[in-house]
C-alpha cells in the first residue's frame, strides 16, 4: 500500500512539474494579441511585398500585488538582430532612415481579445513612441531601444489587480519599402524583440512600480521575428539574452505627452 501511494504521490509531483506554472507579476510580448489570448512568439515574413497585414506587437502586463489609481505606463522595448548592425528595414522614426514613417503605435486592444483585460478601462489611454535609438541604448551596432509613455486622465485612473494580464498597447509597423524601387534591405535577417521592463505609474511617485521578466516565468517577454537564430552580441548568444534590462531616464520622454 505505502508503495502504491508513494508512485501516487511522484506521478502527482510529476505533472505539476509538466505543467508551466502561470508566474505571476511581469511582462509579455507577443504578436498579433496578448500572451493570454494565443499571440505568437514568432513571426514569419517571406519579404515579398510591400502592403499585407501590418505587424503587431501586442504589449502586456502582471502587476504581484494591487496598484490604486493608476496613471500610466513608461515602456521600454530592445531588439537585436542576426548582424554587424541593425539593418536599414530595422530602421525606423529618426530622420533620414530608410523607413522612417513605417512604425507606429496604438491602444486599442483586440475586439477577440478573452483573458487580457485593457488597463484602461475608465477611458482610453494616449501615448506614443519617445524615441527609437539605434545601435546606441546598450552600446551595440546591431541593438536598438524603442521608448514608449502611454497614460490616461487624471479623471480616468485605473485600478490594477494581481492575478489579471494586461493590455498595454500594440507596436505596429507596415512593409512599406520591402521590394522594388527604393527597398530597405535586411527584411530577412532574424530579429529578437524583448520587453524589457514597464515602470506602471501613479500619481504618487512612492507607489510607482517596474515590472520586469517573464509574465510566464519563461519566455513571454520576449519574442522573434524569421526565427531570431544567430543573434550574437558581446553580451552572448541567443534570445532574450543578447538585450539586459537597462533603467532609462524618463524625464525627456515624458515630456513629449504633456
Known amino acids: 500500500?505505502?508503495?502504491?501511494?508513494?508512485?501516487?504521490?511522484?506521478?502527482?509531483?510529476?505533472?505539476?512539474?509538466?505543467?508551466?506554472?502561470?508566474?505571476?507579476?511581469?511582462?509579455?510580448?507577443?504578436?498579433?494579441?496578448?500572451f493570454g489570448d494565443g499571440g505568437a512568439q514568432n513571426r514569419n515574413f517571406a519579404c515579398n511585398t510591400n502592403s499585407g497585414s501590418l505587424n503587431v506587437l501586442a504589449c502586456s502586463f502582471e502587476v504581484g500585488q494591487d496598484i490604486l489609481q493608476s496613471s500610466g505606463q513608461e515602456l521600454v522595448i530592445s531588439l537585436a538582430t542576426a548582424g554587424a548592425v541593425v539593418p536599414a528595414w530595422w530602421?525606423?522614426?529618426?530622420?533620414?532612415?530608410?523607413?522612417?514613417?513605417?512604425?507606429?503605435?496604438n491602444t486599442v486592444v483586440d475586439i477577440n481579445a478573452l483573458n487580457c483585460?485593457?488597463?484602461a478601462q475608465n477611458g482610453p489611454a494616449t501615448g506614443g513612441i519617445g524615441a527609437y535609438d539605434i545601435g546606441s541604448g546598450f552600446g551595440f551596432a546591431n541593438t536598438a531601444t524603442l521608448k514608449i509613455a502611454i497614460a490616461v486622465p487624471a479623471a480616468a485612473l485605473a485600478d490594477l489587480f494581481a492575478g489579471q494580464e494586461?493590455?498595454?498597447?500594440?507596436?505596429?509597423?507596415?512593409n512599406a519599402k520591402t521590394v522594388g524601387t527604393g527597398a530597405c534591405t535586411g527584411c530577412t535577417v532574424p530579429v529578437c524583440l524583448v520587453f524589457n521592463s514597464s515602470k506602471i505609474t501613479t500619481q504618487v511617485a512612492a507607489n510607482d512600480r517596474r515590472l520586469s521578466g517573464p509574465m510566464n516565468g519563461i519566455d513571454s517577454d520576449f519574442c522573434t521575428w524569421q526565427?531570431?537564430?544567430?543573434?550574437?552580441?558581446?553580451?552572448?548568444?541567443g534570445c532574450p539574452a543578447a538585450t539586459p534590462t537597462k533603467r532609462a531616464n524618463w524625464g525627456a520622454v515624458k515630456s513629449l505627452y504633456r
Open 1 to 34: 500500500m505505502r508503495a502504491i501511494l508513494r508512485f501516487c504521490l511522484l506521478l502527482s509531483l510529476a505533472l505539476m512539474l509538466a505543467v508551466p506554472a502561470h508566474a505571476g507579476p511581469g511582462l509579455s510580448l507577443r504578436w498579433s494579441s496578448c
Open 166 to 174: 494586461y493590455f498595454s498597447c500594440n507596436v505596429t509597423f507596415t
Open 227 to 237: 526565427g531570431g537564430a544567430g543573434v550574437v552580441t558581446r553580451l552572448g548568444a
Open 91 to 105: 530602421q525606423f522614426k529618426n530622420v533620414g532612415t530608410c523607413r522612417q514613417g513605417a512604425l507606429g503605435l
Open 117 to 119: 483585460v485593457d488597463w
